[in-house]
């Protein structure tokens, strides 16, 4: 599929981070948290706004699977990777406008990838063309029922400020034998009008979009995962509960003004800019058991309103 066209102004970096985001630490935690015996789902749905696929049926089927479960069965996220699409999730450093490259290590745990509109639940790649909302929330229910909870995960957050904190809590069920449990912090904002090749108009609404990660390393560059396990071969019961922050910063007036006349003179539309909104904000807390260094098993989810 050919790109639109490739924002000059953004940068791909793993320096920094995409606003300012804090590292795990044990929880301080507001409301005690409590973790059910529940199997989630999760789906990521790789897109791009340049992608005419995507519009005409990728996303209204992403959208009607969002509609079909709540998020106690189902957690949706929609994840942009591509560099010229206008929901890649950025960060501003030195006035320059960069990707945060935790959404591309995200999305190559989607295997096989490669390709947009992409459909990935549960360690499984459910197809591009002809996959239906009916498709995957069928494969959601037998999942959810199939699988043993191996970790449970609760979870909350709050915004104070521009500092989202999510306080989440894992407990080991039924753990593997020697394994290493991961997390995602992923903060998504639950809605926004942008725009959308093969959408009507060429304008959708888009749902549940990836903006950060609240994870980072020590040089604060925003990371797809937890830097070391969460819960190392836990025993039966096992539990421990953390704390991770993200600081939003807004984009400079000056970078929006130069990258939207750029988006409006390829598309006739604005860059897709997170505003942060506390009603309009989620975070996705996603449970991985460690394969290697470059793959992990999913293994449950949890999805928070920021409150």
Not at 22 to 34: E, F, V, Y
Request: proline share 4%; hydrophobic share 40%.
């Amino acid at each position: 599929m050919k790109k639109l066209f490739l924002l000059a102004f953004l940068s791909a970096s793993v320096v920094g981070m995409m606003q300012s985001c804090g590292s795990d630490s044990p929880s301080t935690g507001a409301a005690p948290l409590t973790v059910t015996k529940t199997q989630r789902s999760l789906l990521i749905y790789n897109t791009a706004t340049w992608c005419g696929p995507c519009g005409a049926y990728g996303s209204p089927e992403f959208k009607a699977t969002i509609a079909a479960r709540d998020a106690n069965s189902l957690v949706a996220i929609d994840l942009h990777s591509s560099g010229s699409s206008y929901l890649v999730p950025t960060f501003v450093k030195n006035d320059t406008l960069f990707i945060a490259q935790f959404a591309n290590a995200l999305y190559g745990q989607t295997k096989p990838n490669g390709y947009i509109p992409h459909f990935y639940m549960d360690n499984s790649f459910l197809g591009n063309t002809g996959t239906t909302a009916a498709t995957m929330t069928k494969f959601a229910d037998d999942y959810n029922a199939a699988v043993p909870v191996e970790v449970g995960v609760a979870a909350n957050a709050s915004l104070s400020g521009n500092k989202i904190t999510v306080n989440y809590k894992l407990q080991a069920y039924a753990p593997e034998a020697g394994a290493k449990y991961y997390t995602s912090v992923i903060i998504c904002e639950k809605e926004i009008g942008c725009y959308q090749a093969g959408a009507s108009g060429t304008f959708a609404t888009h749902k549940n979009i990836v903006r950060a990660s609240a994870h980072k390393n020590a040089a604060g560059t925003q990371l797809a995962f937890s830097e070391s396990a969460v819960l190392d071969n836990p025993a039966k019961d096992a539990a421990t509960e953390k704390t991770a922050t993200f600081d939003y910063v807004a984009t400079p007036d000056k970078l929006v003004t130069q990258i939207n006349t750029a988006t409006q003179g390829a598309s006739g539309f604005d860059f897709g800019w997170w505003k942060l909104n506390k009603a309009n904000t989620g975070v996705a807390v996603v449970v991985w058991k460690y394969i290697s260094p470059t793959e992990m098993f999913y293994v449950n989810t949890v999805w928070a309103d920021v409150k």
